[in-house]
């Protein structure tokens, strides 16, 4: 069963704009729900967790438990926020990554 | 700021032979993960290790694949007999406690098979 979903596969905003990156999950329990992303040519990091409920990078994402959804957002798109972006989720000890959004900022 | 890191960076194998990808987590984490990344699709998990043994693994992780931590710094993954469809990109990750800290990842290994 599909445990996460990203629809949009790449996105494209322009500099200034807003950016919401889509992420729906499915999972019975309560889920701990993540992003992570990665630059180009860099490592896979974290970016935000939803217990944390804390603002990175000028991103947020609150959890939607009716619409059992994480959408991650952020207010102003800058350059630097091009990367691809990972939703993931964690059920016992096992991890459901998102197929992963390709956003890109156009200047 | 301390590292998971992974070595190779690359690895070419001939199918039927066997691999092992290693791995060295952040010194004080105890949670060890493997993950892999076929071209062009999303991240999957394989298997989590803590303690000494595996605490979590997905379909994925048949009788093939196994882990191991041999010394107190690598963490390895072993594929013993290696199929085309094997070639990945396989990441390693560890946390300092459970499935809810965050992870940290290594670059990962380039793992093709001819």
């Known amino acids: 069963a599909q445990r996460v979903t990203q629809p949009e596969k790449l996105l494209s905003v322009f500099k200034g704009a807003p950016v919401e990156l889509k992420c729906n999950y499915s999972?019975?329990?309560?889920?701990?729900l993540f992003w992570y992303v990665q630059y180009s040519r860099q490592r896979l990091q974290l970016l935000l967790r939803?217990?944390s409920r804390e603002s990175i990078k000028g991103f947020t994402a609150d959890l939607n438990k009716g619409e059992t959804s994480f959408h991650l957002k952020k207010p102003f798109a800058q350059e630097e926020d091009s990367a691809m972006y990972y939703c993931?989720?964690?059920?016992?000890?096992?991890?459901?990554f998102g197929t992963g959004t390709s956003l890109t900022v156009i200047p | 700021e301390p590292e998971v890191t992974q070595t190779p960076s690359h690895q070419v194998t001939q199918m039927g032979q066997e691999v092992i990808l290693r791995c060295v987590p952040i010194?004080?984490?105890?949670?060890f993960y493997w993950y892999r990344q076929i071209l062009g699709q999303k991240v999957e998990f394989l298997v989590s290790?803590?303690?000494?043994?595996?605490?979590?693994k997905s379909e994925i992780f048949d009788d093939q694949f196994s882990v191991e931590r041999p010394d107190g710094s690598n963490f390895t993954l072993k594929i013993r007999s290696t199929k085309l469809e094997d070639s990945a990109m396989y990441f390693c990750?560890?946390?300092?406690?459970?499935?809810?800290?965050?992870?940290?990842f290594g670059d990962g290994t380039r793992l093709s098979i001819l």
């Open positions: 990750a560890s946390s300092a406690q459970g499935a809810y800290q965050p992870q940290h």
């Open positions: 939803h217990i």
């Open positions: 010194s004080n984490h105890l949670y």
């Open positions: 999972y019975s329990g309560s889920p701990e």
């Open positions: 993931a989720l964690t059920a016992g000890n096992q991890f459901y």
């Open positions: 290790f803590y303690n000494n043994e595996i605490s979590e």
